[in-house]
């Protein structure tokens, strides 16, 4: 079959290219390179011998285009940057802030050298994985900063007002938005999860209001907030840009911090310390996790230290990695095949935990005797807090008797004393229902669903009869996604 006179014209010049290995790491500037998706192929990898669709794969994940798209042949080569920093400031895109608070949020930052260095040295785990799901949706690169004026980006981080993360999901937000919450697992810690979820918060938020300043705002204050004042500056037929907006004072500090960290970011010599570059490569990759699994055990698997596997999988809230539900474990890319290797050849128990269900009149304090292990770490390992008082039938989970034995997780870990989360162990309460109640009215009077209560309760049917006693774990009740819990932001654990 004859080519067609462009693509022919374009075979043509292929031929002409210089073949030297220098001049070929360049792409030809006539050609478009590909996007790859984020688990495609490097383009230091030998490319595959045989083509997919319509394309000839050609010099790693340069392609020629072989249809009717000749006209893409002429778009220009996307830059390809060696620092990261450099790709960040080449895809800001938001308008500039030009407000006096910038120099003061500047000045704050600037006068705290460790906090930043500390905020910057977190940073570099996480970025990359976040630039490339900023460019997958086309969404500002500004985006990939909000993270140090949410956390610090500390994916641990737990502010007083129950967010989490480091894009500090509350729990409401978070569920709506897909992160798991439970005894084991806290979605808005995990790196990929919260960010993935963060992200398309922002790209709803976007929808809703027509640009990204709007959609920050309401980010930070929540939708019913922004949509207020916008509809306040409607009926007095004024601007509704993010400017113009009667906002929260939280809110109307919000754009002008992250305007201040842009900035300190896009003029590094602002800072009395040097901006080390940062690889324009993942730092991590995922895992499957290949079974239950003590988080100690999978750090020495990879050679890690534990802190350093926690910083990756912060989700985890217990001392072991239940597996279950597609659960991933993040890694050092060059830490994957360390760690297969040592798994291949550990002869130990991977878990040495188990669960155990407590006896009438027994305490924490019995039981951590019995067990060996301290009050407070038994407290800790099961998300209790303060003097919150624990039942019979309660479940804790607690050392295995002895190295030998083995653990009972595949037969309890879905139980349902297992199913709330940290922070709603320390909220629940014990309610004995009323003449008149109903499963709606107890809801509301504790700010939760009743799908909530008939879950914990294993409750078959709406139907309630007085005297009969519940458990209730209540919601904390923020009627926005973050309005109050801004305060927390710069005592946030660094």
Known sequence: ???????????????????????????????????????????????????????????????????????????????????LWQRIRAGFALEEVDSPLVARHEAWYLNRPEYVQRMIERSRLYLYFVVEELEKRGMPTEIALLPMIESAYNPQAYSRMRAAGMWQFISSTGRKYGLQQNFWYDGRRDVLAATRAALDYLQVLHDNFGSWELALAAYNCGENGVERAVARNRARHKPTNYFSLKLPRETRNYLPKLQAVKNIISNPQMLDFELEAIPNEPYFTVIEAPAHMDVVKAAQLADMPVEEFRSLNPAYCRPVIIQATARQILLPVDKVDEFNSNLEQNSEPLVTWQTYTLKKDETLEKVAAKFNIEADRLREVNGLSGRKRVQPGQMLLVPLESEDAETNLDETYRLRDFQASPEEYAASVRYRVRSGDTLSSIARRHHTSVARIKTINSLKSNQLHAGQRLVIYQDSRPARHATSRRRHIHRVSN
């Open 1 to 83: 079959m004859a080519l067609k006179p462009a693509f022919a014209a374009a075979i043509a010049f292929l031929v002409t290219w210089p073949a030297s290995a220098a001049e070929w790491g360049q792409a030809p500037p006539a050609l478009i390179q590909a996007q790859r998706p984020a688990d495609a192929t490097p383009a230091s990898a030998t490319p595959s011998a045989t083509p997919t669709d319509n394309s000839v794969p050609l010099l790693g994940n340069v392609q020629m285009i072989a249809d009717p798209v000749v006209e893409a042949l002429a778009a220009p080569v996307a830059p390809r940057y060696s620092d």
